[in-house]
Structure formats: structure tokens, C-alpha cells
């Protein structure tokens, strides 16, 4: 287990709705950075967070959002849901030091189904 | 840019037989290089890291890893195939560009392993 959490486990939404997932850090990491893992397919970043300041973003549109709080836990929001937001999200925290090396650490995703 | 290609979409084995995953990286820069395996509907977990030191890794579970940079490979290994090892590894690359921290995962490699 790396610590890391994520709420809920699953979740159905329709087109068009909106929808927050969360994610607690593992204890002592103060980055978070979020992934979305089509069906078959790899891991790919969202953004990334640093002392509540977004910190990195990739290819995703405005309407994929986030927050990160104090205590560094973060939430992923997506507005206007379409079917292809259909995925597993996954969270992973690490420890940013000013060095290269911090390693992620996964929770266990949340399954998102847009129908 | 950095960006990994993992050449084989499925690898079966026989247990107690020897396992190789393949990968090759491309990176601008001395890259990062990690492995991480998913099992079902699991999260990631870390197996192993390159970042500059030994060029052989040694991870957890019986893997390891050796970093070739003349051949820019980072091919996973395991003497020996045990039914848990079943699951889906990801080879990952991480630069250094600049305020992207962000991990870029290969298309994965589902290993079988038949009794």
C-alpha cells in the first residue's frame, strides 16, 4: 500500500453532468499530479500540482480542472462530461525537493463511466 | 520530449521459466526510467527506478532492470515466472524539462503466466 487514496472507487455520470474526485497524499509528499488511464491503454498526465499551484498540465482541455489544499490532498473537477472522459483516474503523490528523482507513488484510481 | 515504446504488446510465459519485458526511450535529456506493474483493477505500483547511479537496478519481487544507454533500452527481467507475477507492466520515462515533472508511460506489455 503507498498511502495514497482516492474517493469514490467508482462512479457513473451522464454527458454533460460534472464531476469531482479526490485524492489524499501519502503523509510528507507535497506534489500531486493526476493521470487518466483509457481502457488498454497507458497512463496519461493531466497536471500537476506543487504547493497548490498547478505546475505542469498536458494535453487535456480547460474543462479538466483541479485543486490542491493545504494539507495537499487535491481534487481532480471535470466539467461537461463526454463519453471519451470515460477512464480510470489515477492520483499519485510525490515529494518534490528540488531534486529529479521523486518517485510517484499510485492510489488505486477512481473508474469514471460516462454514459 | 521524452517518450518510451515498449515492443511487445503481450508476453507469455511458463512459471519458473525466465521473463523479459522490452523497452526502449527516447529522451533529450539523462532520463529517469521506472517500471510499474497493475494488476486488475488495481493502481500502480512501483517495481523499479533508474536515475543515474548503478546501471543495473534491482527491484522488488525478483525484477531488475539494466539501463544500456548506447542501445537506449531498459528491458525489465526475472529469472524465474511466478503466477503472480501475471499483470500489466508500464515502462516510464520521466525528464527533466523544466516545470514538468509529469511521467510518460508506454502502451504497457500484459504478461501471461501459464502453469
Known amino acids: 500500500e503507498t498511502g495514497v487514496t482516492q474517493s469514490p472507487t467508482h462512479l457513473i455520470k451522464t454527458r454533460g453532468q460534472q464531476v469531482t474526485l479526490r485524492c489524499s497524499s501519502q503523509s510528507g509528499h507535497n506534489t500531486v499530479s493526476w493521470y487518466q488511464q483509457a481502457l488498454g491503454q497507458g497512463p496519461q498526465f493531466i497536471f500537476q500540482y506543487y504547493r497548490e499551484e498547478e505546475n505542469g498540465r498536458g494535453n487535456f482541455p480547460p474543462r479538466f480542472s483541479g485543486l490542491q489544499f493545504p494539507n495537499y490532498s487535491s481534487e481532480l473537477n471535470v466539467n461537461a462530461l463526454e463519453l471519451d472522459d470515460s477512464a480510470l483516474y489515477l492520483c499519485?503523490?510525490?515529494?518534490?525537493?528540488?531534486?529529479?528523482?521523486?518517485?510517484?507513488?499510485f492510489g488505486p484510481g477512481t473508474r469514471l463511466t460516462v454514459l | 520530449a521524452q517518450s518510451v515504446t515498449q515492443l511487445d504488446s503481450h508476453v507469455s510465459v511458463s512459471e519458473g521459466t525466465p521473463v523479459l519485458l522490452r523497452c526502449n526511450y527516447s529522451?533529450?535529456?539523462?532520463?529517469?526510467l521506472f517500471w510499474y506493474v497493475q494488476h486488475p483493477n488495481k493502481g500502480l505500483q512501483l517495481l523499479l527506478k533508474y536515475t543515474s547511479a548503478a546501471t543495473l537496478v534491482k527491484g522488488i519481487n525478483g525484477f531488475e532492470a539494466e539501463f544500456k544507454k548506447s542501445e537506449t533500452s531498459f528491458h525489465l527481467t526475472k529469472p524465474s515466472a511466478h503466477m503472480s507475477d501475471a499483470a500489466e507492466y508500464f515502462c516510464v520515462v520521466r525528464g527533466l524539462d523544466t516545470g514538468r515533472r509529469a511521467l510518460t508511460f508506454g502502451s504497457g506489455t500484459r504478461l501471461q503466466v501459464q502453469p
Open positions: 529522451s533529450s535529456y539523462s532520463p529517469s
Open positions: 499519485a503523490s510525490s515529494l518534490r525537493s528540488g531534486g529529479a528523482t521523486d518517485t510517484q507513488y
